[in-house]
C-alpha cells in the first residue's frame, strides 16, 4: 500500500537488535492521522533520511540520545510537506525538514521544523543530505576541529557517502591534498572522478594500511573519522604530529557485539596521543554546533549555486523498503546518500 | 667523589632497559672539563631534575624526541651556575636552567640557557618545578586544553608530584573542585591538607572507580592525564560529556612491555569519545607552548609571591644517586618534585 490521506503508515521498534538489525526488529503498523494542537504543523512525509545514527538508537546501551522506545516509531529526519499548520510562520503546501520519524504523517512542534530555503526548494531531498545534517556535520567537524591547512593530506572514509564526500571536497576547496577511503573500485572510481578526491583506497583490498601509507607519503594531518575498525587501525600509524581527528561515527562497529579479544589496545592509543601530540574530539553535530547552522547554511549555499559542491544521492522508493535499506546501509551497501521517498513531492 | 673543579662526574646510558630501568642501565664516568667555543657556556650543575619523560628518553622506540644514544649522556634539565661565559647576555655567577644532562659540567650554548629570575634566584631549586618545566605543564594543559569553568570537577592523578599538585592548586585558584589519586594515605593526606585539593583518593586500595565516583558525585570535567593504566580505567566511565582530558604523560606504562592481553579496548576508547564528545589532546609543553612562556612565568611568579601557590620538594644529595632515584621516581616512591643536589650553591 502507497502512501494516501487517510492512513499513517509507520515502523515501530519491535525488538532491539542482537548486532545487525533484522526484518523483524521493525514492525510496521497503520494508524490514523495524528491530530495537531495550536503552534503544530500536520506533516507528510516526502523523503525520509536513512543515516548510520540510527542503529544506536535502536539499542538501550547509554548513548548520547535516548534510544527509540520498544513499540516507538523508529526516529529520523525527513523532507515534508505541510497539510495543515496552527503555526503562524507555515503554511499548507511549504517544505520542511523535521523530525518526523519513520512514518507518512507527523505532528511536530513548529519551532522544531525548518523551512526549505533557497536551493533546497528546487531539490527538496538535498536538505537531507548535503544541504542538511550530513552536510553541516562534515562542515563544522572538518572545518571547526580539522582545522585543516593548504597543502596538508585529509583522510576520510565512507567517501562516497554523504558525510565523507563532502569532508572531500570541502578539503579541496581549502586546499588541501584529499585521499578517501570506500568500499570497492567503483566507488572508489566514483570519489576520484565525480568528487575530485586525489586518491580513494578500496578498503576491501589487502595491505590496507601499506596502500594507505603510499597514498599519503607525507603522512596524515587530518582523520575525519566516521566508520572505525580497521580503517581507524590502518591511519593511526600515519598520523602526522599534531594531527587532528574529528570524530562524528564509527560505523564499523555499531553493530559489534562486545569487544574483540586479543591485545588491549587502549593505551596504545592514549601513547600515541601524546606521543604524536594528537587532538581526538567527538561531536555531536546540532548539540555542538547548532548555533553555527547559519554560517553552515549560508557557505554550503553559496558554494553550491557556484558548483563547487556535487553530491550523489541513492533514492529508494516505498515506505516499506525502510528496514532493508538501514540494514543496508549499515553494511556499506548503498551508493551515495540513502533517502526513501516516501510520498510524492506535488502536494 | 663529590664535586670538583678538575673531572666532570657523568652518568651515560650503558644499555637500554627491557622493562624497568636497572642500575646496569647507567654507566658512571669520569671525564675532563669541556671545552666552550664563542657564544657558549661552561656550566657547573647544582640541581639535576629527575622526570617520567626520562624513561622514554632510554628506548629507542619510536617517540616524540630522538632517544639518548648508548653511551651518550643521559638527559636532565638541571640549574647551573656559570663557570665560563663566551656568551655577551651571560657571566660568571649567572644562575642559569639549561638541559646539561646527569654530569657536573655541560658546554651549552647561550640561547638555550635561560637565565633565573624573581623567585627563582631566592630558591633555585623551583626552577625545576613549580617555576619551570613541570610547573609550565601544569598550566598550559590545564588552562589552554582543560580550558576548566568554576564549579566543574578537575581530577588529576600524581596529586603530590610536580604537576599533578600545581593543576589541582590552579584549579582552585579557578574555582573547581579538585579530586586529586596518589599512591598511599600519606600523599593523599598531604594534598588535602598542603595542597588544598577537596579530596584525594589512594589508587593502592581497592574499587578505586566507586570511590571516584562518591568524590565526583556531579561527575568529570577535566581530567588531566599524566599517568595512565587503571587510573585512566577509572576515570573513563565518569568523564561527563564534552569534558577535556589534557594529556601530558602516561607514566605507568612507561616500563610496559608490550601490551596486555585480554579485550581490545581500543574502539570501546573511540566510541566514548563520540558518545560523550570528548576532546583528548596531547601535548609536549617546550614544543606546543615554548612561545606562551612569558605568560606562564608572569602569572605563576604573581600567584607564587602571594603565597597562593604551595611546593614540595624532594632533594637527594650526590649525583650518584640519579640512576636509583629514577627507578624509584617510576615506581611513585618520590613524595614532591625529586631533585639531585649535584654541587654546593655557592660559587
Redesign the interface.
Known sequence: MSQNSTVNRRFVLASRPKGAPVAENFRLEEAELPTINDGQLLLRTVYLSLDPYMRGRMSDA???AAPVAIDEVMTGGAVSRVVESKHPDFKTGDWVVATNGWQDYAAIDGKLARKLEGAALKHPSLALGVLGMPGFTAYMGLLDIGDPKPGETVVVAAATGPVGSLVGQIAKLKGCKVVGIAGGEDKCRYAVEHFGFDECIDHRGEKLEQRLKEACPRGIDVYF?NV??KV??AVLPLLN??ARVP????VS?YN?Q??????????????T????????????IF??YGHRYPEFAGQMSEWFSADKIKFREHIVEGLEQAPDQLIGLLEGKNFGKLVIQVGDEAQ
Chains 1, 2 share one sequence.
Not at 247 to 250: D, I, P
Not at 273 to 284: D, S, T, V
Open positions: 547509554p548513548s548520547y573519522e572505525g575498525g581507524f587501525d604530529t599534531k570524530l562524528c561515527g564509527v562497529q559489534a562486545g569487544l574483540p579479544k586479543g591485545e588491549d589496545r587502549l593505551m596504545l592509543l592514549t601513547n596521543i601524546l606521543k604524536k601530540r594528537l587532538r581526538i574530539q567527538g561531536f555531536i548539540d555542538d
